[in-house]
């Protein structure tokens, strides 16, 4: 079982990582957006500042959105996703294993690179250390949330948008809580553990529920 | 008449024959006399007149979430008990659930305006209102996205059910966290608080807003059923086998 699990998350680990994989590609993306955002709202360094973790976490949420929907498709493409389907291991635990590695080659350059954004939009040392811990407990919810929606793109030839579309409405609570335990460690008065405690809880509950839903469609739309 | 029964759609449509008229009929009686008496209720002593919007806003409100939840029922329907009609029955209630949910949201604005001086504050209620019409405007998109309806109807089912995480958020938002948006004042454990006067055009009003519904939705349904029909027709004459 663990077999498996080692297996799909090294295979995708390496396709990502190797040429035409595009792990990098969020992370860059996440750079290119952070550095329009002072075009459009002005050089205000304490403006930025005020509004960084927001924008830092805005920028993450596309970023993860943005590669979502070749996580099954390319499988789909070349015929490797008939080849899963056929393994004895569940397919809840593949759906498992492409996420982790998902969040492996997409989420977590993120969390590495949100500090450094952070400080060229001037956020406060003490924010930046809550700004990279939200993330860190957060993007994966954002990446098992989203792997319901790249399970139901899978078969759709341009699901692109449509993936972002159809997840964007439940990561909601992601960002809310996200955004609140940042703010919370800044300037109070809630306190820092109560958010960040309920974004655990949403990444916990979609590392569940995002594999079984997406096993869950692949399956209905593959008879 | 058994729901099992229905699954037939010839019976479905015998029985839509009879009940169409019966639930139109049902509405305009229903949401006149309401409404009617909406407009002749004596003004709030907080309010004013604009207390008339509560029989448009809140049973449309109460409209968007069952039919949400009516949605998620038939994705059961769909991907456990295989009802051959669950997933007409989703795909003809979520353009009307979308219909309701926006009459909500517009309604909510335009009575917002006078009492809490604005159209529009980012509060629970009101937020997590917008996601489920952003839910209802997703599975529109999905059903759009892909042309073989079986195939539409089990993807859809899914982020359906996923989705439905969203209403009881909906519903207790007022409890949860302390909102501008007044909490429940119909359905209490200590009865509601409403005066009879307001509540009881605004029962009767939701009625009426309930039958329009029935009636939408089992002639959308009746015009999905003929559609396939007409679809399934034109393959098989497109492939010259009559």
Same mark, same amino acid.
């Given at each position: 079982?663990?077999?498996?699990?080692?297996?799909?998350?090294?295979?995708?680990?390496?396709?990502?990582?190797?040429?035409?994989?595009?792990?990098?590609?969020?992370?860059?993306?996440?750079?290119?957006?952070?550095?329009?955002?002072?075009?459009?709202?002005?050089?205000?360094?304490?403006?930025?500042?005020?509004?960084?973790?927001?924008?830092?976490?805005?920028?993450?949420?596309?970023?993860?959105?943005?590669?979502?929907?070749?996580?099954?498709?390319?499988?789909?493409?070349?015929?490797?996703?008939?080849?899963?389907?056929?393994?004895?291991?569940?397919?809840?635990?593949?759906?498992?294993?492409?996420?982790?590695?998902?969040?492996?080659?997409?989420?977590?350059?993120?969390?590495?690179?949100?500090?450094?954004?952070?400080?060229?939009?001037?956020?406060?040392?003490?924010?930046?250390?809550?700004?990279?811990?939200?993330?860190?407990?957060?993007?994966?919810?954002?990446?098992?949330?989203?792997?319901?929606?790249?399970?139901?793109?899978?078969?759709?030839?341009?699901?692109?948008?449509?993936?972002?579309?159809?997840?964007?409405?439940?990561?909601?609570?992601?960002?809310?809580?996200?955004?609140?335990?940042?703010?919370?460690?800044?300037?109070?008065?809630?306190?820092?553990?109560?958010?960040?405690?309920?974004?655990?809880?949403?990444?916990?509950?979609?590392?569940?529920?995002?594999?079984?839903?997406?096993?869950?469609?692949?399956?209905?739309?593959?008879? | 008449?058994?729901?099992?029964?229905?699954? #037939?759609? #010839?019976?479905?449509?015998?029985?839509?024959?009879?009940?169409?008229?019966?639930?139109?009929?049902?509405?305009?009686?229903?949401?006149?006399?309401?409404?009617?008496?909406?407009? #002749?209720?004596?003004?709030?002593?907080?309010?004013?007149?604009?207390?008339?919007?509560?029989?448009?806003?809140?049973?449309?409100?109460?409209?968007?979430?069952?039919?949400?939840?009516?949605?998620?029922?038939?994705?059961?329907?769909?991907?456990?008990?295989?009802?051959?009609?669950?997933?007409?029955?989703?795909?003809?209630?979520?353009?009307?659930?979308?219909?309701?949910?926006?009459?909500?949201?517009?309604?909510?604005?335009?009575?917002?305006?006078?009492?809490?001086?604005?159209?529009?504050?980012?509060?629970?209620?009101?937020?997590?209102?917008?996601?489920?019409?952003?839910?209802?405007?997703?599975?529109?998109?999905?059903?759009?996205?892909?042309?073989?309806?079986?195939?539409?109807?089990?993807?859809?089912?899914?982020?359906?059910?996923?989705?439905?995480? #969203?209403?009881?958020?909906?519903?207790?938002?007022?409890?949860?966290?302390?909102?501008?948006?007044?909490?429940?004042?119909?359905?209490?454990?200590?009865?509601?608080?409403?005066?009879?006067?307001?509540?009881?055009?605004?029962?009767?009003?939701?009625?009426?807003?309930?039958?329009?519904?029935?009636?939408?939705?089992?002639?959308?349904?009746?015009?999905?059923?003929?559609?396939?029909?007409?679809?399934?027709?034109?393959?098989?004459?497109?492939?010259?086998?009559?």
């Amino acid at each position: 079982m663990t077999g498996a699990l080692r297996a799909v998350l090294m295979r995708d680990l390496k396709l990502a990582f190797r040429a035409g994989g595009g792990a990098g590609l969020g992370v860059v993306f996440f750079l290119a957006l952070i550095a329009v955002v002072p075009f459009a709202v002005g050089p205000d360094l304490p403006l930025l500042a005020r509004i960084g973790p927001a924008l830092v976490w805005l920028g993450a949420l596309l970023a993860t959105l943005l590669n979502l929907d070749r996580i099954f498709s390319a499988d789909r493409e070349d015929g490797s996703l008939d080849l899963l389907l056929l393994s004895p291991a569940p397919l809840e635990l593949i759906a498992t294993a492409k996420g982790i590695a998902h969040w492996l080659a997409t989420g977590l350059p993120l969390v590495i690179a949100a500090p450094i954004l952070g400080v060229m939009l001037g956020v406060e040392p003490k924010a930046l250390l809550a700004l990279s811990l939200t993330l860190l407990i957060g993007t994966p919810a954002l990446t098992f949330l989203g792997l319901i929606g790249a399970a139901l793109a899978a078969m759709l030839p341009r699901g692109g948008l449509l993936v972002a579309v159809l997840i964007l409405p439940l990561t909601i609570p992601v960002l809310i809580f996200g955004a609140a335990a940042t703010s919370a460690a800044v300037t109070g008065p809630m306190s820092f553990g109560v958010p960040i405690r309920l974004l655990a809880a949403i990444s916990l509950a979609a590392l569940v529920a995002g594999p079984v839903a997406a096993a869950a469609a692949i399956r209905q739309l593959r008879d | 008449m058994a729901l099992l029964d229905l699954a #037939n759609p #010839n019976r479905f449509l015998a029985f839509a024959r009879v009940s169409i008229p019966v639930f139109s009929g049902l509405a305009a009686v229903l949401l006149g006399f309401g409404i009617w008496r909406g407009f #002749n209720v004596p003004p709030d002593y907080q309010q004013g007149e604009t207390v008339r919007i509560m029989f448009i806003h809140v049973p449309s409100a109460w409209m968007a979430l069952g039919i949400y939840t009516l949605m998620a029922i038939s994705a059961l329907g769909t991907l456990v008990w295989r009802h051959p009609l669950a997933d007409v029955a989703a795909k003809a209630a979520a353009p009307i659930g979308a219909a309701f949910a926006f009459l909500c949201l517009l309604t909510g604005a335009l009575w917002g305006r006078p009492m809490w001086g604005a159209y529009w504050v980012w509060d629970a209620r009101l937020t997590s209102m917008l996601v489920l019409f952003l839910l209802y405007l997703g599975v529109l998109a999905l059903w759009r996205a892909m042309d073989e309806p079986g195939h539409a109807a089990r993807a859809v089912a899914v982020l359906t059910l996923v989705g439905f995480v #969203n209403v009881p958020i909906v519903k207790f938002s007022v409890d949860w966290w302390s909102t501008l948006h007044q909490p429940a004042s119909v359905f209490r454990l200590d009865g509601p608080t409403i005066h009879p006067v307001l509540l009881t055009p605004l029962l009767i009003s939701a009625l009426g807003f309930l039958a329009l519904f029935l009636a939408l939705h089992l002639a959308a349904m009746r015009n999905e059923i003929l559609r396939r029909r007409v679809r399934t027709m034109r393959m098989l004459a497109a492939s010259g086998s009559h």
